[in-house]
């Protein structure tokens, strides 16, 4: 009887390990030139609302002067109002919060407003930051809604701070005009004229701005001592 023959079994090949997903990262060079799109869409648009107004700008020509296709914008913006918001926002919003911050210091009011009047003529007067502001003065009324935005995000937040400046200072004995309390806006004021005015007529006549911020603070507090 002739034995069983074992069959030598061939080698099992190895199957090759699935390869290791691992997760993507983020492009950064895509998300560069995504925030440097946005970046030039709010430049143009602060360009379009200066010149044209905010009626008449219209988000074709946006586009155009930010060398962008119109559908770009909508990636970012959903409407020509929320264009404009995000201007206010950006632009104006870090300069509230920085009166916020002179809320928090123990500095004498002088002080204060002596540094709250650099932050306007430093900070907006003497930037395209104005241009928001001249903006709202000039085409509020015909658009409330902008006003009320511009209202909540920057003149309430700014009036609040201001008013707990003054009600402190008061409470220290260092003003003289306790109703000065009950209108911070005297404060700001020389800006709102100081905007108003390069808009008008400072073709004609230029008005020192930071001079006339300093002039009133001494009206309102009394000229500085000499000591």
């Given at each position: 009887m ?18 290791v ?23 143009a ?10 009626a ?51 500095l004498?009011?002088?002080t204060?407003?002596?540094r ?9 007067y003497?930037?395209?930051r ?9 085409e509020?009324?015909?658009?409330p ?20 400046l ?19 806006q005297?404060?700001?004021a020389?800006?709102l004229?100081?905007i ?20 009133h ?7 500085r001592?000499a000591?």
């Open positions: 002739v034995g069983r023959q074992h069959r030598t079994r061939p080698p099992m090949k190895h199957r090759p390990k699935p390869p997903l691992l997760p993507r990262r983020p492009n950064a060079s895509r998300a560069q030139k995504a925030a440097a799109r946005r970046e030039a869409i709010l430049a648009a602060l360009d379009e609302f200066s010149a044209r107004g905010f008449a700008t219209r988000l074709e020509d946006v586009a155009r002067r930010a060398g962008v296709a119109k559908g770009t914008i909508y990636l970012h913006f959903a409407d020509k109002e929320a264009l404009f918001q995000e201007l206010v926002r950006t632009m104006l919003g870090p300069l509230v919060a920085s009166l916020d911050q002179l809320r928090t210091t123990d004498p009011i002088r204060v407003l002596e709250f009047a650099d932050l306007f003529v430093i900070g907006i003497g930037t395209r104005r241009d928001v502001a001249h903006l709202v003065i000039s509020g009324a015909r658009f809604r902008l006003a009320e935005f511009y209202y909540h995000e920057v003149v309430e937040r700014g009036v609040a701070a201001m008013s707990a003054l009600e402190r200072a008061i409470a220290r004995g260092e003003i003289p005009h306790t109703a000065l309390a009950r209108f911070p005297l404060v700001a020389p800006g004229l100081a108003i005015w390069r808009g008008l007529f400072d073709r004609f006549v230029h008005l020192d701005a930071a001079g006339m911020m300093r002039t603070i001494d009206i309102l507090l009394g000229p001592s000591s």
